[in-house]
Structures are given as C-alpha cells and as structure tokens.
C-alpha cells in the first residue's frame, strides 16, 4: 500500500519513510486502544524485503499522507513529531520560573542557552516591526525575535488596579482612565509585568506536581474556544481566529492548562524566507521542516480545499453523527481549523496548525501528572483531541491507569428548554426511587445508567458506543457519553459509576469566567454584512495579548477566586492552604 505519491523526490532528496522521533516523541502508530499495535509507531525505514505493522498510503482531496494498521485497518493521518516536540517545548516553557529567551528550535544545542549569553550563541538581526529585538543562532541559523523586556515600574502601586480592573472586565481605555495610565504604558508594562509575575508564581507552585506530587485520582474535562483578533486595517478586514484548549479538574476546579495556537516568539517573515529557502513547499505536510505552523502557502492551499460545513438541527445523537460525518470528510480527520476569506493569518508572531497544540497540550499535562495514580479524560466530541490524549497516555491507558471519554453537551437550548429536559429527568428519577425504595440516590444512578448501558448505539467510523446521560443539570441539560478506551476489563457498577462522572462542567465553567470576567476575549458579535466578518470594540488588536490574558487568568482562577466554599481551586488541589492575595503574585520574588 506504499503509495507513490509519497515516494516522490523532492529537491533530489527522498522523504523519510515516517517523520524520525524527536525529543522522545513518536506519535504516529496506530490510536486504536484495543487494537495489538497501539502505541506501536510505524517504521521509521524499511530495508528491502522487510514488513511492517503499518501500510504508507494517502487520504482526502489533497492525498495527505497517512498510515494504515494492519490489525485493525484503521487510517490516520502522519504527523510531524519535530511539529509536536517543538510546541511541546514551547509550553512547557510555562514550567519554568523566569523563561528566559533563547532559540526556539527544540533540537538546537542553543534551544537552552538564553539570548543574554550573547555572541557565543547569537548574532543581533536587528529589530522587527513592532520593536522587538531580532537575534540569528549561530547553530541552527533560525533567526526568532524577543519581545521588549519589562521596563522598570515608575508606578508599582498601580500594578495591583490594573489587576483587578483586568480580571473584572474593564476595557482597556477605562483602565487607563482609572489607574491614570497611558495605554503604551498599560500594554507593554503594566500587563508585560503581571503576565511574567504570574507565570513565575504560578510555575513555583506547579513545581510540587513536577516534583511527582501524589494524587489518587484526577476527573479531568478538556475543551476547546475560539477567539477572535480584531482587523487594524481598513484595508483588509479579515480577522484573525485562534484556538485555545484547555483542561480542568471537575472535583477541584483547578485548570493545568490552557494553551493558545499561536507563537508570538517567532518571525513569519524569517520563517517564510527559511522554508521557501529548503523547498518545505514541495514536500507533504508532515515532512516540512515547518509542519506546525501555518505558512502563507499553507493558508492559500486551505482557502482552495475548504469545505462547506452545515449545522444539522436534530437531537443530540443526530449532532453526533453529524460530527463523525463532518470529520469523515476531512482531508485530515484530525484537523478542526477552516480557512475562509474571512479569515487571515497574524501579522505578528505565527499561528500554530491546532491539532499540534493539542498534541502539545497533552504531552504538557502527561509531565504534570507524573504523580496521579489514575487520570480520567472526558472529551469533547473532537477526533483530534482524541488522537492527542491516546497519543500522549497509551503507557497509562495500556497500564489502566489512564481512560478516556467523549462527551457530548446540547450547548445551544434556551434557558426554557434546560429547566423542561431537566425537570423531565428530575421527574423520571424521583418514579424510579418509588420503584426502589431500598437504595440510594447513588447506587439508583448507578442502576439507571447501568440501563442504559444496555440501549448503547454504535455511531460512526469507529463504531464508537454512545449513551444519552440520564441524569442532565442545568449547566448540561442534555448529554451523551462515549468510552473510547474500553478493554472490558470493567463490571457494570464500575463502568457505570464512572459514567455518572463524565462532564464537562470544570472546564466549561472556567470557559464561561474568561468570556465574563476578560472583556478582551468576550465572545465578538458579527458585523451585519454577509461575509461573516466579526469584530468587537473590546476585543484584541495583537493575538499575543490573548495568551497573556488567557495566562494571566489562569493563575487568578486558580489560585485567587475562592467558590461558595470559601476555597480555591489551588486550595483543593493541595498546593495552596489559603486564598492567594493580589500582592503574593505582583511581589513575588
């Protein structure tokens, strides 16, 4: 099933046969957990003669490459790992203390000697557009830019108002007007110094999970929103969407993570100049030195293959086999991104290709999590996702110590609707416990899902089993539930039980906070011509501003928004024995 196309020469060179392993990763095996070669990886060379588990072939319009699995016969698109180690290495950077600027090739031998080493490691390349400084690496020759450093604090008894003004949705300009700061200083210093304040504080406290910290067990939910970066030009009114993933703790409400597909280090311009230079345009995604990043070549490419994607109305199972269905027709099954004319790349910094900062975003949480006994994953319905978590968990999933799940919300009832769905179920359960008088509500539950175990339907190209939860509240009036690592090594009551935990709710609930408290990533209205185009007074001009909000948010949420219990999310979790105050993050160290 060696597929010419991918034999094809390119520059007088021949593509490896699979992307090589890079920085210990190789994701591109078979993602089929019962299947006897999953967590196998494909050979990366084949001598004459030789076999392997795996066949080269092709998918979509486009002929993207991909692998067939001899045992089970499941196609999946290839990857490029130095893709996924290089954005890896890019959030993990999260990790680190004070993240020192340096070149942002995960293989160079320079990827961890900070720019301050100077002429031993790097060449000055003057500065970019926005004033950043540019340097070149003597090593790998990748030129990158550094943002401004944090300018010294004039002010610093404004730092904690322009805190709290930021995470209770005040616009920019009142801040300003509020703290009595011009918007330079407002942009490149005050929200520069609280970003790298609670990036340090909160690396320091995560130190305690890198440091295999023990955790029984973690009921983990991972979804994804979309924001948009305003247009600055009349000229060209196209926006710029981003993707942000992120994954919480349902019992604790602690978020480890939320990541945006975007990488504000790097210099398009040097990029593109780079792989027009090594011929990345004549090469199949996965093989590009640049496979992660959306080039401009990229983006034509995907404004030329788009597909229209329709809503179908329906019930909840009807949206699901929509979305298999959607995903089916894909050139790649785990690409979630469109291109329209709507839509542009960033004029500053680079836009990551999402399915690899979901990779990313999964592999960050697999260090996280070298503690926890046992993790459970419950998943929006998305085929990238799912190929990020079992890529990242097939030790602990082959283990079980590790599960995963679909998760499907009717997101789009009125508040109507929810209290009827969720009155209907409250009625069903209270007939149910006259039927059973002798148990509680928990081992009813139990007894209900179990019932509905017996009513699963099979959806899909992967013949994924799908229950419709019988127990909805009004955050998820209307769910079903799919278990995508089933080696039926579980009785019923366990099984069910875990079913009753699937939900969304930890990290829609944090979701929900960024769009009310951040006035700069509220959800954007459209515009009233035809052509899709959306734009918000509030919302942000530079896409790099979104990742320090969204980071800047996480350590607030986590560590300084107490529930109805009085307590943090951090508190919780253990890494914290009280509400962190404002001035514990700005004077930190």
């Known amino acids: 099933m060696e597929s010419d196309v991918l034999r094809k020469k390119s520059s007088g060179e021949s593509h490896e046969r699979i992307p090589v392993q890079t920085g210990g990763v190789q994701v591109n095996f078979c993602k089929n957990p019962v299947c006897k070669n999953f967590g196998i990886p494909a050979k990366e060379s084949l001598s004459k003669g030789k076999k392997d588990a795996y066949g080269l072939d092709t998918t979509g319009r486009s002929l993207r490459p991909a692998l067939v699995c001899s045992g089970c016969g499941e196609k999946f698109p290839v990857k490029s790992n130095l893709g996924i180690a290089e954005e890896t290495g890019r959030l993990a950077r999260e990790l680190h203390e004070r993240p020192e600027p340096s070149c942002p090739n995960e293989p160079c031998v320079n990827h961890a000697v900070p720019v301050k080493a100077g002429s031993s490691a790097y060449h000055s390349f003057g500065k970019t557009h926005s004033g950043s400084h540019r340097y070149k690496c003597k090593a790998c020759k990748r030129t990158f830019a550094v943002g401004t450093s944090t300018v010294r604090q004039r002010h610093p008894h404004k730092n904690k108002t322009v805190f709290l003004l930021l995470m209770n949705k005040s616009p920019f300009r009142r801040i300003c007007e509020v703290a009595r700061v011009n918007p330079k200083t407002l942009m490149r210093d005050k929200i520069e110094f609280i970003h790298q304040q609670c990036l340090a504080f909160g690396a320091d406290r995560e130190s305690a999970l890198l440091d295999a910290m023990p955790i029984r067990r973690l009921y983990l939910s991972t979804d994804r929103q979309d924001y948009v970066v305003n247009w600055t030009h009349r000229e060209d009114r196209r926006n710029v969407v981003l993707h942000a993933v992120s994954t919480a703790d349902n019992a604790t409400g602690y978020v480890f993570g939320t990541h945006l597909n975007y990488d504000a280090t790097l210099d398009a311009d040097a990029i593109e100049a780079e792989a027009e230079k090594i011929g990345d345009a004549s090469k199949k995604g996965p093989y590009k030195r640049y496979a992660r990043l959306w080039l401009k070549r990229d983006y034509m490419e995907a404004l030329a293959s788009r597909n229209g994607r329709k809503k179908v109305a329906g019930s ?61 994953f419950f998943l929006d319905q998305d085929s990238g996702m799912r190929a990020a978590c079992l890529s990242a968990f097939w030790r602990e999933i082959k283990a079980r110590r590790c599960d995963a799940f679909f998760v ?171 509400r962190v105050e404002l001035e514990d993050i700005i004077y930190f160290k």
């Open 316 to 376: 909840l199972l009807r949206d699901v086999e929509a979305s298999y269905a959607e995903c089916a027709a894909r050139d790649d099954v785990e690409e979630f991104e469109t291109q329209d004319t709507s839509r542009r790349l960033p004029a500053k910094g680079m836009q990551v290709h999402a399915e690899y900062t979901l990779y990313a975003h999964f592999m960050f949480l697999r260090k996280l999590f070298s503690g926890v006994e046992k993790t459970r």
């Open 408 to 578: 499907r919300i009717a997101k789009d009832k009125t508040v109507n609707e929810k209290r009827a769905l969720v009155a209907k179920r409250r009625d069903e359960f209270e007939l149910a416990k006259l039927g059973h008088p002798g148990l509680t509500d928990c081992e009813l539950k139990t007894l209900l899902m179990k019932d509905r175990l017996g009513a699963a339907r099979e959806i899909g190209r992967w013949r994924d089993r799908w229950i419709v939860h019988p127990l909805p509240d009004m955050s998820e009036p209307e769910k079903a539930v799919c278990y995508l690592t089933d080696y039926g090594d579980y009785d019923e009551d366990h099984l069910a039980r875990l079913l009753c935990k699937a939900s969304l709710h930890g990290t829609d609930r944090f979701l929900m906070q960024v769009r009310r408290r951040l006035s700069l990533l509220e959800r954007p209205i459209a515009t009233a011509n035809n052509d899709r185009r959306l734009w918000h007074g509030y919302a942000a001009y530079n896409p790099a501003m979104v990742g320090k909000m969204l980071g800047i948010f996480r350590v607030f949420y986590n560590y300084c928004l107490a529930g109805e219990d009085k307590k943090t999310p951090a508190q919780r979790l253990g890494l914290t024995k009280a």
